[in-house]
């Protein structure tokens, strides 16, 4: 009898330990989505907050956005993709075959496998929407390929 007593304690402790262990994993958290309305055409910005307390987040990897319906379904493939270890927003544009309604956004990480939240819904108007940003003539900007982005970044490659 003594011998069954100590090997139940000792199950139990073994159970508790991992029981009360903490774990550490990966998290994506959704900020909040601006509610809307966006009309077609619009930007979006989804904040997302990645917290990696292991660092098991690989450099290749892929945060994926996805449009979903309103209960968090995605309706098809990701709409953009950031590859990284690291991201704190997508910009994204709401295309023009957008149907009116109520949406939500999910983002997938692929290195290591992690889904976040749903963000809360925002809406889409059938209006033609507004899409920030400003643009500059390329000759003051230098930069023909991203007409939005002002300045330039020139410099010497100082490696030996």
């Known amino acids: 009898m003594n011998r069954t007593f100590i090997k139940?304690?000792?199950?139990?402790?073994?159970?508790?330990?991992f029981a009360f262990t903490p774990v550490i994993a990966q998290t994506i958290t959704i900020g909040t989505v601006d509610a809307g309305a966006y009309g077609r055409g619009s930007t979006v910005a989804i904040p997302f907050h990645?917290?990696?307390?292991?660092?098991?987040?690989?450099?290749?990897n892929i945060y994926s956005l996805y449009l979903?319906?309103?209960?968090g379904t995605p309706i098809g493939a990701a709409v953009a993709t950031i590859t990284?270890?690291?991201g704190t927003f997508f910009n994204y544009t709401i295309p023009n075959g957008t149907a009116a309604g109520t949406y939500t956004f999910l983002i997938k990480s692929s290195s290591p496998a992690?889904?976040?939240?749903?963000?809360?819904?925002?809406t889409v108007s059938a209006i033609t929407g507004t899409a920030a940003a400003a643009t500059c003539p390329s000759?003051?900007?230098g930069n023909t390929k991203y007409p939005e982005v002002y300045g330039t970044c020139s410099g010497v490659n100082n490696s030996q």
Do not use: H, K, P
Request: a negative charge.
């Open 8 to 17: 139940s304690t000792l199950s139990l402790l073994i159970l508790l330990t």
């Open 50 to 60: 990645v917290n990696d307390a292991s660092g098991c987040i690989q450099q290749n």
């Open 68 to 71: 979903c319906n309103a209960s």
């Open 84 to 86: 990284n270890f690291y």
């Open 114 to 122: 992690v889904t976040s939240n749903v963000s809360n819904t925002f």
């Open 139 to 141: 000759t003051q900007i």
